[in-house]
């Protein structure tokens, strides 16, 4: 069993949709948890980041973490076409020499369409 | 945020040649990184770019085949050593900024490696 699970999709979606991006892990240690946006021939890009369970919002980003199910998500609202890429969620424990490790999920591609 | 530049940003290599990619920090960061992104597959981390000692391998890669340099606080490289096929992947760099309570970690572009 792989630490990070996360469903490859594809998932395409219309334009305006919310979509629903999502992994789930085994590893309690990991403290620390990310949403990568990486377009093709790109590296990642950053999205989200947040340590606690709950929610944080950032324009039409929304991360959601729930570490008693160990189960993180990634929701954008008003979806665009420029938003079509693969979405990587990663994690890492905190401390140590786990300072800075990500261990990722298989990525989602996802598409948009007009 | 930080700012990184990877050099090659993309090479074909011939079969049992090394080659050295670079990886160039706009600021002073202590933690640096290596990936690997095989074709269709997610991100796995190669090493820790140490500066000023050893790099430390993650389980499956050993120094021999990618021998890591960390010089001072903005500069890396990784070398990818007599390559096959195999070895046809996106290398890339990250860093770590922030405290050892709480993290951002950013890539650079890659460096898109074919061998044939």
């Known amino acids: 069993q792989k630490e990070v699970e996360q469903d490859p999709g594809p998932l395409s979606v219309p334009e305006g949709a919310i979509v629903s991006l999502n992994c789930t892990y085994s590893?309690?240690?990991?403290?620390?948890f990310m949403w990568y946006r990486q377009y093709s021939r790109k590296g990642p890009e950053l999205l989200m980041y947040?340590?606690?369970?709950g929610n944080k919002e950032d324009g039409r980003f929304t991360a959601q973490v729930d570490k008693s199910s160990k189960y993180i998500s990634l929701f954008i609202r008003d979806s665009q076409p420029s938003d079509s890429a693969t979405y990587l969620c990663?994690?890492?424990?905190?401390?140590?020499?786990?300072?800075?490790?990500?261990?990722f999920g298989q990525g989602t591609i996802l598409t948009v369409h007009p | 945020s930080a700012v990184i530049s990877q050099k090659p940003s993309r090479d074909i290599c011939q079969r049992g040649t090394s080659l050295t990619i670079q990886c160039q920090v706009d600021?002073?960061?202590?933690?640096m990184f290596w990936y690997r992104q095989q074709p269709g597959q997610s991100l796995t981390l190669i090493a820790t770019a140490n500066q000023g000692s050893e790099a430390t391998y993650e389980s499956g890669f050993v120094i021999d085949k990618f021998p890591i340099s960390r010089p001072n606080l903005t500069f890396s490289t990784l070398t990818v050593s007599n390559m096959s096929p195999e070895d046809s992947s996106i290398y890339l760099c990250s860093v770590s900024t922030g405290t050892s309570s709480g993290n951002t970690i950013y890539f650079g572009e890659g460096s898109w490696l074919t061998v044939v």
């Open positions: 990663a994690m890492s424990a905190v401390g140590g020499t786990s300072y800075g490790k990500l261990t």
């Open positions: 590893n309690s240690a990991f403290q620390y």
């Open positions: 600021s002073q960061v202590t933690m």
């Open positions: 947040t340590y606690s369970s």
